[in-house]
T-cell receptor, first 114, second 113 residues
Framework: SQTIHQWPATLVQPVGSPLSLECTVEGTSNPNLYWYRQAAGRGLQLLFYSVGIGQISSEVPQNLSASRPQDRQFILSSKKLLLSDSGFYLC?????????????FGEGSRLTVL | GESVGLHLPTLSVQEGDNSIINCAYSNSASDYFIWYKQESGKGPQFIIDIRSNMDKRQGQRVTVLLNKTVKHLSLQIAATQPGDSAVYFCAEKLKTSYDKVIFGPGTSLSVIP
């Protein structure tokens, strides 16, 4: 069966520090991968998506970047965090052969920037 | 652009009653419309989806209705239970080669025992 793992689950970082959030999918090949951010009490904002290794599409201009060094690994990074980067970051995957709308989400990484 | 959302609207329902959660969408270039459930502190979970050429689809205790004329989507939950308390998001999958999935602002459902 397929699983998705995100880490760390929680982190507190000072303004100006770097960030690296990791997401790994197991049990599937060549998935579409997504990073979403959710501010407290709000909806999900699509940040990045990827259809293959090294292929990253950015949805909004921001202080963050994403990379896909391996087929099932998706990394969200920042060189210098801002207060506004605080939020709940969710990684998701979707199978290429799937026609419907189902995404499979990880458990999320909660980031607090102080 | 993508919906960042305002603070979540709330729906309170008595246990055992039916719930109806509504969603308006703006993009006409979507091939699927989807409902997700998010419990506190967790990632969203898929509930049900509907293809854009359909107007109704039923699942276990849930029904999704799609009205393309007015760009409206609804989720009906029959015999609502305390475990249904969560935030519900509608989403749409765009007809692009990248399968972008865009989420709506969400509704918080609170079930009163």
């Amino acid at each position: 069966s397929q699983t998705i793992h995100q880490w760390p689950a929680t982190l507190v970082q000072p303004v100006g520090s770097p960030l690296s959030l990791e997401c790994t999918v197991e049990g599937t090949s060549n998935p579409n991968l997504y990073w979403y951010r959710q501010a407290a009490g709000r909806g999900l904002q699509l940040l990045f998506y990827s259809v293959g290794i090294g292929q990253i599409s950015s949805e909004v201009p921001q202080n963050l970047s994403a990379s896909r060094p391996q087929d099932r690994q998706f990394i969200l990074s920042s060189k210098k965090l801002l207060l506004s980067d605080s939020g709940f970051y969710l990684c998701a995957w979707r199978g290429l052969a799937v026609r419907g709308g189902e995404l499979f989400f990880g458990e999320g990484s909660r980031l607090t920037v102080l | 652009g993508e919906s960042v959302g305002l603070h979540l609207p709330t729906l309170s329902v008595q246990e055992g009653d039916n719930s109806i959660i509504n969603c308006a969408y703006s993009n006409s270039a979507s091939d699927y419309f989807i409902w997700y459930k998010q419990e506190s502190g967790k990632g969203p979970q898929f509930i049900i989806d509907i293809r854009s050429n359909m107007d109704k689809r039923q699942g276990q205790r849930v029904t999704v209705l799609l009205n393309k004329t007015v760009k409206h989507l609804s989720l009906q939950i029959a015999a609502t239970q305390p475990g249904d308390s969560a935030v519900y998001f509608c989403a749409e999958k765009l007809k692009t080669s990248y399968d972008k999935v865009i989420f709506g602002p969400g509704t918080s459902l609170s079930v009163i025992p």
